[in-house]
């Protein structure tokens, strides 16, 4: 399921950090409604739809998964591609050639976004650098490590997706975090508050009555900046780039 990329909190720094001082409720209360929404399948979040439409522009989720075994089969070369839906490796955690367990010290993830892993040529790299030990099983730097041909003949455990340090929680990117929070802020600026923030708009404490002219008029140079910034971070992480 996807999730929600940014809090009312985000929301709220950007805002704050433009100059723009915004009401308590945007944290608690009615407000807060607005921004993530309620449990009427007919109401939706300025958050939860800013966070669809950055997953729908990207072509991809922005999720995590805890882990993940699967079964593929070798193709005989140095390199092997794990399917990672779309996400990034985070964590190898287990890797097993045609019933024989290898350390994960082994393999090095050549890249995380593409879901590519490398044999290692030496314990410490990807690659063979003159000095460095070679890693078990290979007796020369001619010597290339290889995953096996075979149908099936390999498992590996990973994680995949977007995670904090520890690799065992979901962590919105900040780029991403960016993104949609200037996005609802902008959307709240273009609002009118005494309808969307029922009389009390999120913004509207300290620039009162905002219409849309008003508030396009207003900050026309943030919110074509936030526009900027917003096709910026989508060309990030959109899939295929």
Do not use: H
Not at 39 to 67: K, N, W, Y
């Amino acid at each position: 399921m996807s999730r929600n990329l940014c809090s009312p909190v985000d929301v709220r720094m950007w805002l704050s950090d433009s100059g723009i001082k915004v009401t308590p409720e945007m944290d608690l209360g009615e407000d807060s409604d607005l921004l993530i929404g309620v449990t009427s399948p007919f109401r939706f979040g300025l958050i939860q739809m800013a966070s669809r439409r950055f997953e729908i522009e990207c072509g991809r989720a922005i999720d995590f998964c805890v882990s993940q075994s699967i079964v593929i089969s070798g193709n005989g070369g140095n390199l092997l591609e794990l399917p990672v839906n779309n996400l990034p490796i985070v964590t190898l955690l287990g890797i097993t050639l045609e019933g024989s367990v290898l350390d994960v010290g082994e393999i090095f993830v050549e890249d995380a976004e593409a879901g590519i892993i490398r044999r290692k040529f030496s314990p410490t790299s990807g690659f063979f650098f003159y000095g460095e030990p070679l890693a078990p099983g290979v007796t020369s730097r001619f010597d290339m490590p290889r995953f096996p041909k075979g149908a099936g003949n390999i498992q590996v455990t990973y994680t995949w997706g977007f995670a904090d340090s520890t690799g065992t929680q979901f962590l919105s990117p900040a780029p991403v975090v960016e993104a949609v929070s200037k996005n609802v802020a902008a959307n709240l600026l273009y609002m009118d508050p005494a309808t969307a923030g029922r009389g009390r708009g999120a913004v509207s404490e300290s620039i009162g009555y905002i219409s849309k002219n008003f508030g396009q008029w207003r900050y026309k140079g943030l919110l074509d900046k936030w526009d900027r910034d917003w096709e910026r971070i989508v060309n990030m992480y959109r899939l295929g780039v």
